[in-house]
């Protein structure tokens, strides 16, 4: 059995390196050796040794009944499996054993195994540039994309949030590049093929042709490795994947990795705090929450798309009986993209194609809802193919509540075979013999307490008590003694027993072969499934955004050439944090006011401010309503942000590096159709350092025209407003008490944004409300005065440092030093 064990071990190993086999041997899963050893610590098992005379190895071990909480413990720490069945009873001679399931964390297909979200495969090549290839095995979405950039890629690759990472050797092979990727993607990586050869076979044995869209050799090659390893963990199925879409990242906003995080649209940055993705799902369907995902993830640049969608929100705002019509049925549909998926590659369970058929039932009463829609809303209702004639022959064939395998049988409804029906009838009419022959033999022999009975050991039996063994009759044969009682048979019984383990046997295999012949006729429905299982989800989207709206009192936002006007726009998160209790404000750019500079002090709601502008622009995008009372905004070709702080300790960088490494990024990338949202930029090191840097970057993107709004404490830099058309000074209006309780000095925040800039910082009013100790505060105020007081000097030097001489008019100069003059004068 161990060299069994070692053979199919090997032979896994040559494909997936780094499984783990586990071997049933009865009623367990076990591993061996060093599989062992390594199985018992990812799973916390006790460690056993198998021994013998002439060799002791580790073992550990399994429950068959608890492996899935097992197999979900090593997916979860990134570990493949591969589970070796017995393909036989028990005999006397070795058992012939079959690996029946791979199991990778990209490639599961069962519901048990998966979340709701999507699960993808994602394979990376190089060649020109870069090629990215995407696989959701689990709902036959396959795309791919091309990038130019190792940042454009990883982007990408960050908002698809893959499982599992096939990387190609030019990049496995790479010891910094691999490093690099490591640290950023902390997920599996898996060895595939990726020779350009194999790959096309791939492509045209799954798709039936190499497709003319994918162009280059690294998308070729991405594309190939991402289906060969699919088909290997599938052993063989891939009828879900359909069709590869290529799209272009230029087609969607750029939405960086920095600018994801951020905001906070799918990963809270507080410890079980609420994000973007939270508040919008409220969608009733899971494939309707990840096509919420995908679109938060490809906000549109095309205005009509954009339209679209916000003319069926508005449709569904506008009509409460509709909108909650189509919310009930949602709330009663299964996930018919999987669904749909398990049918294809003909593994649907029973209880699968059951949850198909009440899914699809649903679809008559969706197109009937939608019956006098047009616009989005028309389009879903075509592509709700209503597939009558699959929910019927579903109906005619499944019972109501058929169990969860097929081997459990019960499944086919009495009716629909008549071979079948005739096996069922003859098993029933030899156990409705059995279930009199009790009574008879009572009769006949004058035993009143013998019983007709059965086990695994000995079947059905006769059961007499010693009182009465003087009665048995001749034809009885004894074939158990008991301490108080004795077990017969007779030859009728025996052959009744034979006779009903033959029919039920046989009823057993043709209904596993109908079922399967029922679930290989659906499998040629699979596109058709595939598109409503699409338009349903859209659906689901379009509604959940239309009840939020409501509920929330958002707005449709207007689309423009260029202008932002946003009237008391609240953010989502917060308003929702605060139960209501949000000071909503506004925000307008354009071509006269296109640079805000933000000055406040902390906790007053600065970078609330920004994220608010940002979260309005990005819910016009994806065609979403937004949280104001009026709201204009153009069509941004990207939205780029950088705020907060953060190490990257792996990486060996600092917090201003990091910083510095995004600001790189963003002045790269920006152009007059972006927005830009920066905090506190040049923190991160020496004051006159930092000030330089934020002033440079803030002249530089206020020539780019970007729209941008620029949160900081350097106080020098709201003097740019007289130098540069279209800096604008704002500031969160905040008040310092002359006395609070404590005699000490207090900080109303009135979170309102408002023109101007701010007179000072309160840095020591927020410590002292942060609870830092009386004496440090106090010590803090009188050396502030004193540094205000003598830092005259400083303050011109600071001046002096971000003056950029050459970019100065001769009459600007003379402002400069006719406002020095000034100030002199005043002491």
């Keep these: 059995m161990l060299e069994q064990y070692v053979a199919m071990r090997d032979e896994v190993a040559a494909q997936l390196p780094h499984a783990i086999l586990l071997f049933q041997v009865g009623d367990f899963y076990e591993t061996f050796g060093e599989d062992a050893e390594r199985t018992a610590r990812l799973l916390g098992l006790a460690l056993t040794h198998k021994s013998s005379k002439d060799f002791s190895t580790p073992m550990a071990g399994i429950p068959v009944r608890t492996l899935d909480q097992f197999v979900e413990k090593l997916l979860a720490a990134g570990v493949c499996v591969a589970v070796a069945d017995q393909a036989e009873e028990v005999g006397s001679g070795l058992v012939e054993r079959k690996v029946t399931q791979l199991l990778t964390p990209g490639t599961v297909t069962e519901e048990r195994h998966l979340n709701p979200d999507e699960n993808f495969l994602a394979a990376v090549a190089t060649g020109d540039g870069y090629a990215l290839s995407l696989l959701d095995v689990s709902t036959g979405e396959f795309r791919c994309a091309a990038f130019h950039t190792?940042?454009?890629?990883?982007?990408?690759?960050?908002?698809?949030?893959?499982?599992?990472?096939?990387?190609?050797?030019?990049?496995?092979?790479?010891?910094?590049?691999?490093?690099d990727f490591q640290t950023r993607f902390p997920v599996m990586l898996s060895p595939a093929n990726f020779d350009e050869?194999?790959?096309?076979?791939?492509?045209?044995?799954?798709?039936?042709?190499?497709?003319?869209?994918?162009?280059?050799?690294?998308?070729?090659?991405?594309?190939?490795?991402?289906?060969?390893?699919?088909?290997?963990?599938?052993?063989g199925r891939l009828d879900m994947v359909r069709r590869v879409v290529r799209f272009e990242p230029g087609a969607h906003m750029r939405l960086p990795d920095a600018a994801v995080r951020a905001l906070e649209l799918f990963t809270a940055q507080a410890v079980g705090g609420v994000t973007l993705m939270d508040i919008l799902a409220g969608t009733r369907t899971a494939g309707g929450r990840r096509r919420l995902r995908a679109w938060l993830r490809a906000p549109l640049l095309d205005e009509l798309s954009i339209r679209t969608r916000l003319d069926s929100l508005e449709t569904l705002t506008r009509a409460a009986d509709l909108r909650g019509g189509i919310r009930s049925l949602l709330y009663r549909a299964h996930d018919l993209e999987r669904l749909a998926a398990r049918v294809a590659t003909r593994r649907a369970t029973p209880r699968e194609v059951a949850s198909l058929a009440r899914t699809l039932d649903l679809l008559p009463e969706a197109v009937r809802l939608l019956a006098a829609q047009d616009g989005l809303l028309g389009g879903i209702r075509a592509r709700l193919s209503a597939l009558p004639d699959v929910v019927t022959r579903i109906r005619a064939a499944l019972v109501e509540d058929p169990p969860l395998r097929l081997g459990d049988g019960g499944l086919i409804r009495d009716g629909f075979h008549p071979e079948l029906d005739e096996l069922r009838r003859g098993a029933i009419q030899n156990r409705e013999w059995l279930a009199r022959l009790e009574a008879t033999e009572r009769e006949r022999t004058g035993?009143?307490?013998?019983?007709?009975?059965?086990?695994?050991?000995?079947?059905?039996?006769?059961?007499?008590?010693?009182?009465?063994?003087?009665?048995?009759?001749?034809?009885?044969?004894?074939?158990?003694?008991?301490?108080?009682?004795?077990?017969?048979?007779?030859?009728?019984?025996?052959?009744?027993?034979?006779?009903?383990?033959?029919?039920?046997?046989?009823?057993?295999?043709?209904?596993?072969?109908?079922?399967?012949?029922?679930r290989d006729s659906l499998a040629a429905h699979a596109e058709a499934l595939s598109e409503a299982a699409g338009a349903l989800s859209e659906l689901d989207v379009v509604a959940a955004l239309a009840e939020l709206a409501v509920e929330s009192g958002w707005t449709r936002p207007q689309t423009t050439s260029g202008d932002t006007r946003l009237t008391q726009a609240r953010h989502p998160v917060v308003e929702r944090?605060?139960?209501?209790?949000?000071?909503p404000n506004d925000a307008e750019l354009n071509a006269g006011r296109f640079?805000?500079?933000?000055?406040?002090?902390?906790?007053?709601?600065?970078?609330?401010?920004l994220r608010t502008v940002a979260l309005c622009a990005l819910l016009h995008q994806i065609g979403s309503f937004v949280p104001a009372d009026h709201a204009e905004l153009p069509i941004y070709d990207a939205i780029h942000t950088r705020i907060g702080a953060s190490d990257d300790l792996a990486g060996g960088r600092s917090t201003f590096m990091v910083e510095m490494s995004?600001?790189?990024?963003?002045l790269h990338g920006a152009t007059h159709r972006s927005l830009i949202i920066l905090d506190e930029v040049g923190r991160g090191t020496s004051t006159l350092d930092g000030l330089a840097i934020a002033q440079a970057a803030l002249e530089h993107l206020h020539a780019t025209r970007a729209h941008t709004l620029f949160a900081t404490h350097y106080f020098e830099l709201t003097r740019l407003e007289g130098e540069h058309a279209g800096l604008v000074n704002l500031h969160v209006a905040a008040e310092e008490d002359a006395q609070s309780n404590n005699g000490a000095g207090g900080l109303t925040f009135y979170h309102q944004v408002i023109a101007g800039a701010a007179r000072q910082s309160y840095g020591v009013e927020v410590a002292r409300l942060a609870g830092l100790p009386a004496p440090v505060t106090t010590r803090a105020a009188k050396l502030l005065t004193a540094l205000n007081s003598g830092g005259d000097e400083k303050k011109l030097l600071r001046e002096l440092a971000t003056l950029d001489l050459s970019r100065l008019t001769p009459m600007q100069a003379l402002e400069v030093l006719h406002k020095w003059q000034r100030e002199v004068g005043e002491g």
Excluded at 150 to 178: C, F, I, K, Q, T
Excluded at 577 to 583: E, H, L, N, R, S
Excluded at 662 to 666: F, Q, S
């Design 197 to 235: 050869e194999a790959a096309r076979a791939e492509l045209s044995e799954v798709l039936g042709e190499v497709p003319k869209s994918l162009g280059s050799a690294a998308l070729v090659r991405a594309c190939g490795a991402v289906l060969g390893y699919a088909k290997l963990t599938q052993q």
């Design 447 to 518: 035993i009143g307490n013998l019983k007709v009975g059965y086990n695994n050991v000995f079947g059905y039996f006769l059961e007499v008590t010693s009182a009465h063994l003087g009665k048995v009759p001749a034809d009885y044969r004894q074939i158990a003694t008991l301490k108080d009682r004795a077990r017969f048979t007779r030859p009728d019984l025996r052959e009744r027993e034979r006779e009903i383990a033959r029919l039920e046997n046989a009823a057993q295999r043709l209904e596993a072969e109908v079922f399967t012949e029922l």
């Design 577 to 583: 944090a605060t139960g209501g209790k949000f000071v």
């Design 595 to 609: 640079t805000l500079l933000l000055t406040g002090p902390n906790m007053a709601g600065k970078s609330t401010y």
């Design 150 to 179: 190792r940042s454009a890629l990883y982007d990408e690759l960050s908002r698809w949030r893959a499982r599992e990472v096939l990387l190609a050797p030019e990049m496995s092979g790479n010891p910094a590049l691999l490093a």
């Design 662 to 666: 995004e600001l790189a990024t963003i």
